[in-house]
C-alpha cells in the first residue's frame, strides 16, 4: 500500500474508526498520535545473486 493509497482509504472512510493494532494483535491505544512517516527503500543480493528492492510506509506512533 502507498501513502496516497492510505490517504484515500481513510478519506473514504471518515465515519470509522481509525485504529492501530500491535504484532500480538492488541490494540494501539486510541489516544495515540503518529508522529512521524517514513519512506524506506532497501536494495539487496540475495545468496544466490538475485537483487532485490524493497519499498516500506513506516508509521511512527506515540501511546499518549
Known amino acids: 500500500m502507498t501513502i496516497n493509497e492510505l490517504q484515500t482509504l481513510l478519506e473514504a ?6 485504529r492501530l493494532m500491535l ?14 512517516v517514513g ?6 543480493i540475495d545468496c544466490g545473486g538475485s537483487v532485490h528492492s524493497v519499498q516500506t510506509c513506516v508509521l511512527q506512533a506515540w501511546e499518549g
Open 13 to 18: 472512510n471518515r465515519e470509522k474508526q481509525f
Open 23 to 36: 504484532p500480538g494483535q492488541n490494540p494501539v491505544p486510541v489516544s495515540f498520535h503518529i508522529t512521524e
Open 39 to 44: 519512506h524506506v527503500q532497501k536494495s539487496f
